[in-house]
């Protein structure tokens, strides 16, 4: 397929050029989006939605309930609803306990530390409760678990992806956009939950529809799979997936309908549209794909993107006393884009991460 034909549809599928009618549909449409950054995840869901959506906004679905964020696959933090939850890990959770094994034995955390842990949560989370992470740490000291370095984030880990816990309403903060979650009980949060009969299947149908056109390595990397798995999901998607050119799969049915483009967009670090595929020089010329990331330290940079090719990056601190100030551009090339498009792209997130 022509390189800008595949970009136009993968913006399309990304909602980037067809947004949704609001954040959480934006967040059902992309299943799990990836937020290890917590403001880029919310970033880039506003940036899916009709309008000019503001962070305070995005933070009251968490607060309605409507809006969780958990460690869903590549042992990577993703928002999503909460519905979508069980059967995600259904697909990826004992894989990912699986390859937490090894941190896990290097901090001394056994099996009967985690029952130990799920017992103390439960009982201090039953009835509505919420903690931050330090009283969630709290909580395990005074069951005589030791949180010291790692600890305490490893064994919350394991409570999200047993589904004792996940991450819900944001925690306030002064002078900036939060950083943080409470952690809540994932069974008094989670409701209205029907697991697919064939949740891999089920995953793939959703990843080609917010993520098409692609393959089955891109499948393979955005959902942490074997490629063994990979494969055994586009057999089970059947008609609900096309075939469009040789190894390349949409989705069946309506697309959604575009609407005006920004000449330029800014878009947050690890962003989907960039990160989850195998191939990455679809979006971005090669040459750039180092100075985006993912970097040795596994960050991926915020990028500018003009006709769906990253053009630059750009940097913006969301730090007390300075998440007012304005962000920073690097075009890649020179007059690679309008200077007035780029400032439009970057006051739009600025007008967000403000409101």
Excluded at 49 to 55: H, K, P
Excluded at 77 to 102: F, M, S
Excluded at 163 to 188: F, I, K, M, N, W
Excluded at 239 to 262: F, I, K, M, N
Aim: charged share 20%; hydrophobic share 45%.
């Amino acid at each position: 397929m022509d390189i800008s034909r595949l970009r136009s549809e993968r913006l399309r599928s990304h909602r980037l050029t067809a947004p949704a009618a609001s954040v959480v549909d934006a967040a059902a449409h992309m299943t799990a989006t990836q937020a290890q950054e917590f403001w880029g995840g919310r970033w880039a869901l506003a940036a899916r939605t009709r309008g000019e959506l503001r962070l305070s906004g995005v933070d009251a679905e968490f607060e309605r309930g409507r809006l969780i964020r958990s460690w869903t696959q590549r042992g990577t933090l993703h928002i999503l609803r909460p519905a979508d939850l069980g059967w995600l890990l259904a697909v990826t959770g004992a894989r990912q306990e699986k390859q937490y094994a090894a941190p896990l034995r290097n901090a001394a955390i056994t099996a009967s530390t985690l029952t130990t842990a799920e017992r103390a949560v439960r009982a201090a989370l039953s009835g509505g409760n919420r903690l931050t992470r330090r009283e969630f740490a709290e909580v395990l000291q005074a069951a005589g678990i030791d949180t010291a370095g790692m600890r305490g984030n490893h064994i919350l880990v394991m409570m999200c992806l047993r589904q004792v816990t996940c991450l819900g309403p944001v925690v306030p903060r002064d002078g900036a956009p939060s950083r943080d979650q409470y952690v809540v009980l994932a069974e008094e949060w989670i409701s209205d939950a029907t697991a697919p009969a064939d949740p891999l299947a089920e995953m793939f149908v959703h990843y080609i529809a917010s993520h098409g056109p692609a393959g089955v390595a891109d499948f393979r990397w955005w959902a942490g799979v074997p490629l063994g798995m990979a494969r055994a999901a586009v057999d089970a998607a059947g008609d609900r997936v096309v075939e469009v050119e040789q190894g390349l799969y949409t989705a069946a049915g309506p697309r959604p309908r575009r609407s005006a483009l920004p000449e330029v967009l800014a878009l947050p670090p690890f962003e989907e549209y960039y990160l989850s595929y195998a191939d990455r020089s679809v979006p971005c010329p090669p040459e750039f794909t180092p100075t985006v990331g993912p970097s040795l330290q596994g960050l991926v940079r915020p990028v500018l993107l003009a006709d769906g090719e990253v053009i630059g990056a750009w940097t913006h601190s969301v730090a007390v006393g300075r998440h007012h100030l304005d962000p920073v551009p690097e075009l890649f090339t020179p007059g690679a884009a309008p200077a007035p498009a780029v400032a439009d792209a970057l006051a739009r997130f600025a007008r967000f991460i403000t409101g």
